[in-house]
C-alpha cells in the first residue's frame, strides 16, 4: 500500500480546485456538442485546442482514426497514460437537469457520461503534468484521446496497432451512480453484420421465382435463438435488423441484413459461438437459396484487474474521500429516482455492483445519491457488459474507478443519464475522480518500488496469457452509419 504523501494531495487539491470552473466548462462544451462514433469532429478538435494551450504536445490521427490522438508532456519514463472517451449515443438527446424525458432536435446524447469521462481524466493529466513541471521530475504524461467506444472498440483499434506500445501504466474511470473500484471483468465481444442476397419477384403472381433475403434473415434469427440453450450461462447475443429489404410486402425482398453483438467471459469463447453462428447463418442460405455475406465489425477482449494498480488507486480514493450531497442535488436525485421503474429501482444494488460496489446498500437508507465508497477487495465477479479498455489492460497494467455521477439506480443508456451529465452533482463526481487518477499517477511517478510491483504482477499474467486482438488486421472502424473511417 502507497502512502500519499500530503504534499503531494495539497498540490492536486489546490490545482484542480483552482482550475475547477475551466474543467467544468469542457464537460459542458463536449455534453453540448455529441457525437456519434467515429464523427466526434468537434469534440476532438475541442480537446486538441486545449491540450495544445495547457503545453501538451499533440499527435493526430492515431491509428489512421481521424478522431483519436494522443497529448504528451514530459521525458522519460515512467509512461503514465489517461483515457478519454467523447463519443455519444444515437436516440439519447434530453434536456439537461430535466426530470422528464424532453428530447432535444439533434438526436444524439451522452447518455454513458462520456462527457465527463473524458474531461475527468483530462483533468487528472493537467494535474499530473503541473506537478511534473513544478517539481522538475522526469517521467511522461500522455491523455489519450479514444474515439468509439460505443459499438466501435476504438481503443482495441489503437491496441492492434500499436498505439499503447511504451506506456507503463493507464488509468480511468467510469460515469455511475458508485463510487468504487472497477476491479472485476467484463466481457469479450464480437460484432458481425450478416448480409443476405436473394432475388426480387412480384410476391403474389410470381413468388415462386423470387428467393428473400429477409426469409433467411428471419431464419438465422429463429435459428440463433435455438442455440441460445447450448452456449455457456455466462455468454450473450444480441441483434438488430438493419435492412428488412424494403417497406413492400408486395415485394419478395432481395436483401436484407442483420448485425450480431457476441457475448463472452473470454475472447476464445466468443470465436467459437461465432462459428457456430455462422454455420446457422449458412444453413439459412441453403434453406432459402440465398447468397451470404459475412463482415467483421468490431470486438473487444475482456478486462484484465491489476490489483496492485488498483489498491493504490483506491487508497488515493479513500483519501479523495466523498462530499455529502446538497439538499437541492438530493432532491433533484429524489425525482430522477421516481421516473424509474420498480424493476429498475429494485434492481439498483445489482447495477452498482457491474461498477465494482460492494455491500447490501444499508449505507443509502433514506438516501437517492451515494456519498461514501465503497470497499475494495476481489470478488471474482463479472460485469455483464464490455468495454475497449479492456484491451488496453492486455498490453499495460491498467485500473479504473467509478464515481457516482447520478441519482442511485439510474441505467446508463437512458434519458436520466443524459439528463444529469451536467447537473452539479455529476461535475463533483468527474473532479473526484480526476483528483484520484492524479494522486495515483503521480504516486507511479516517484515511487519505482510501487512501479516495479505493479509490471511484475503484469508480467505474471502475460507469461501465460499472450495477446490476441480480436480484429483481423484488414478490418477498419465504422461510424454508426457503417461507413469506414478509412
Given at each position: 500500500m502507497i502512502v500519499v504523501k500530503k504534499s503531494i494531495q495539497d498540490f492536486i487539491e489546490k490545482y484542480l480546485t483552482k482550475n475547477s470552473d475551466y474543467f467544468l466548462n469542457a464537460?459542458?462544451?463536449?455534453?453540448?456538442?455529441?457525437?456519434?462514433?467515429?464523427?466526434?469532429?468537434?469534440?476532438?478538435?475541442?480537446?486538441?485546442?486545449?491540450?495544445?494551450?495547457?503545453?501538451?504536445?499533440?499527435?493526430?490521427?492515431?491509428?489512421?482514426?481521424?478522431?483519436?490522438?494522443?497529448?504528451?508532456?514530459?521525458?522519460?519514463?515512467?509512461?503514465?497514460?489517461?483515457?478519454?472517451?467523447?463519443?455519444?449515443?444515437?436516440g439519447l438527446s434530453q434536456e439537461p437537469c430535466a426530470t422528464e424525458l424532453k428530447p432535444l432536435?439533434?438526436?444524439?446524447?451522452?447518455?454513458?457520461?462520456?462527457?465527463?469521462?473524458?474531461?475527468?481524466?483530462?483533468?487528472?493529466?493537467?494535474?499530473?503534468?503541473?506537478?511534473?513541471?513544478?517539481?522538475?521530475?522526469?517521467?511522461?504524461?500522455?491523455?489519450?484521446?479514444?474515439?468509439?467506444?460505443?459499438?466501435?472498440?476504438?481503443?482495441?483499434?489503437?491496441?492492434?496497432?500499436?498505439?499503447?506500445?511504451?506506456?507503463?501504466?493507464?488509468?480511468?474511470?467510469?460515469?455511475?451512480?458508485?463510487?468504487?473500484?472497477?476491479?472485476?471483468?467484463?466481457?469479450?465481444?464480437?460484432?458481425?453484420?450478416?448480409?443476405?442476397?436473394?432475388?426480387?419477384?412480384?410476391?403474389?403472381?410470381?413468388?415462386?421465382?423470387?428467393?428473400?433475403?429477409l426469409d433467411a434473415v428471419e431464419i438465422m434469427n429463429i435459428g440463433t435463438n435455438y442455440l441460445r440453450e447450448h452456449i455457456i450461462q455466462d455468454a450473450r447475443v444480441h441483434y438488430a435488423v438493419t435492412d428488412t429489404g424494403g417497406l413492400s410486402p408486395n415485394v419478395v425482398q432481395s436483401n436484407a441484413s442483420v448485425m450480431y453483438l457476441i457475448r463472452a467471459p473470454k475472447r476464445e469463447q466468443v470465436e467459437e459461438i461465432y462459428q457456430r453462428i455462422c454455420k446457422i447463418a449458412k444453413g439459412a442460405t441453403l434453406m432459402t437459396e440465398t447468397?451470404?455475406?459475412?463482415?467483421?465489425?468490431?470486438?473487444?477482449?475482456?478486462?484484465?484487474?491489476?490489483?496492485?494498480?488498483?489498491?493504490?488507486?483506491?487508497?488515493?480514493?479513500?483519501?479523495?474521500?466523498?462530499?455529502?450531497?446538497?439538499?437541492?442535488e438530493e432532491e433533484y436525485a429524489k425525482e430522477i429516482w421516481d421516473t424509474l421503474s420498480s424493476s429498475e429501482q429494485d434492481f439498483y444494488i445489482e447495477m452498482m455492483e457491474g461498477f465494482g460496489y460492494q455491500g447490501d446498500g444499508k449505507e443509502f437508507n433514506g438516501k437517492y445519491l451515494s456519498d461514501s465508497i465503497a470497499p475494495y477487495k476481489n470478488t471474482g465477479k463479472m460485469l455483464f457488459g464490455s468495454t475497449d479498455v479492456a484491451d488496453v489492460s492486455w498490453l499495460v497494467p491498467t485500473a479504473q474507478l467509478s464515481a457516482s455521477t447520478s441519482a442511485l439506480g439510474t441505467p446508463l443508456h437512458t434519458w436520466q443519464m443524459t439528463a444529469q451529465g451536467i447537473s452539479s452533482f455529476a461535475h463533483k463526481g468527474m473532479m473526484r475522480a480526476a483528483k484520484t487518477m492524479a494522486l495515483t499517477g503521480v504516486n507511479l511517478l516517484v515511487s519505482e518500488d510501487l512501479m516495479n510491483d505493479i509490471?511484475?504482477?503484469?508480467?505474471?499474467?502475460?507469461?501465460?496469457?499472450?495477446?490476441?486482438?480480436?480484429?483481423?488486421?484488414?478490418?477498419?472502424?465504422?461510424?454508426?452509419y457503417g461507413k469506414e473511417v478509412y
Open positions: 464537460s459542458k462544451y463536449i455534453y453540448e456538442h455529441p457525437e456519434t462514433r467515429f464523427e466526434e469532429y468537434d469534440s476532438s478538435q475541442f480537446y486538441i485546442n486545449e491540450r495544445k494551450k495547457q503545453g501538451f504536445k499533440v499527435e493526430k490521427n492515431v491509428a489512421n482514426i481521424p478522431t483519436a490522438f494522443t497529448a504528451t508532456y514530459g521525458t522519460g519514463k515512467p509512461v503514465i497514460a489517461f483515457l478519454g472517451e467523447y463519443d455519444a449515443l444515437p432536435d439533434n438526436h444524439v446524447g451522452h447518455g454513458c457520461g462520456h462527457n465527463l469521462l473524458g474531461i475527468g481524466a483530462f483533468a487528472a493529466a493537467c494535474a499530473v503534468k503541473a506537478y511534473l513541471k513544478a517539481n522538475d521530475l522526469p517521467g511522461t504524461v500522455v491523455f489519450y484521446g479514444c474515439p468509439g467506444e460505443e459499438g466501435g472498440s476504438g481503443k482495441t483499434f489503437m491496441a492492434r496497432d500499436g498505439a499503447f506500445e511504451g506506456v507503463d501504466s493507464a488509468l480511468t474511470w467510469h460515469p455511475s451512480p458508485s463510487n468504487s473500484i472497477m476491479n472485476i471483468s467484463t466481457l469479450a465481444n464480437y460484432q458481425i453484420e450478416f448480409t443476405f442476397k436473394g432475388i426480387a419477384s412480384h410476391a403474389a403472381n410470381s413468388p415462386h421465382l423470387g428467393r428473400s433475403a447468397e451470404l455475406s459475412i463482415h467483421f465489425n468490431k470486438g473487444c477482449s475482456n478486462f484484465v484487474p491489476n490489483r496492485q494498480l488498483e489498491a493504490t488507486l483506491y487508497e488515493n480514493f479513500k483519501n479523495v474521500g466523498v462530499a455529502s450531497p446538497s439538499k437541492e509490471k511484475e504482477e503484469f508480467k505474471s499474467f502475460k507469461k501465460e496469457n499472450p495477446y490476441k486482438c480480436p480484429i483481423p488486421d484488414h478490418i477498419s472502424p465504422s461510424t454508426l
